[in-house]
């Protein structure tokens, strides 16, 4: 069954760091774009950062220079490191990929409805 598992949230002070992780279950020889979102109490499911079929990345303007996406391949596992956090991070975080059946995924996807596989979530609380 294709399915998305986030893991690694939790709570830390503002400043700290966690490292969120999501394996990927996606039966697909082809390489999808992969992206990461958060959606707090109340607000919008918002873009995060995205990695692509050729490895490329981007971020969204509020966590630039503070989170990296990374992709392992050899692990099927898409992680989010994020540092320097701050209590607007606060939100739950969601993993999604974008999988083509003949063809590999290029070009980074800020919009949610540009995914067709996601995860149930991970919440990640920043306290001050």
């Known amino acids: 069954q294709e399915r998305l598992v986030e893991s690694g949230g939790g709570s830390v002070q503002a400043g700290g760091s966690l490292k969120l992780s999501c394996v990927v279950s996606?039966?697909?020889?082809?390489?999808?774009?992969m992206g990461w979102f958060r959606q707090a109490p109340g607000k919008e499911r918002e873009w995060v950062a995205a990695?692509?079929?050729?490895?490329?990345?981007a971020y969204a303007d509020s966590v630039k220079g503070r989170f990296t996406i990374s992709n392992d391949n050899a692990k099927n596992t898409l992680s989010l490191q994020m540092n320097s956090l701050k209590p607007e991070d606060t939100a739950t975080y969601y993993c999604?990929?974008?999988?083509?059946?003949?063809?590999?995924?290029?070009?980074?996807?800020?919009?949610?409805?540009?995914?067709?596989?996601w995860g149930q979530g991970t919440q990640v609380t920043v306290s001050s």
């Open positions: 999604a990929a974008k999988v083509f059946s003949t063809i590999m995924c290029a070009g980074i996807r800020d919009r949610a409805g540009d995914y067709n596989y």
């Open positions: 996606i039966s697909t020889n082809n390489g999808p774009c």
């Open positions: 990695i692509d079929g050729n490895e490329r990345t």
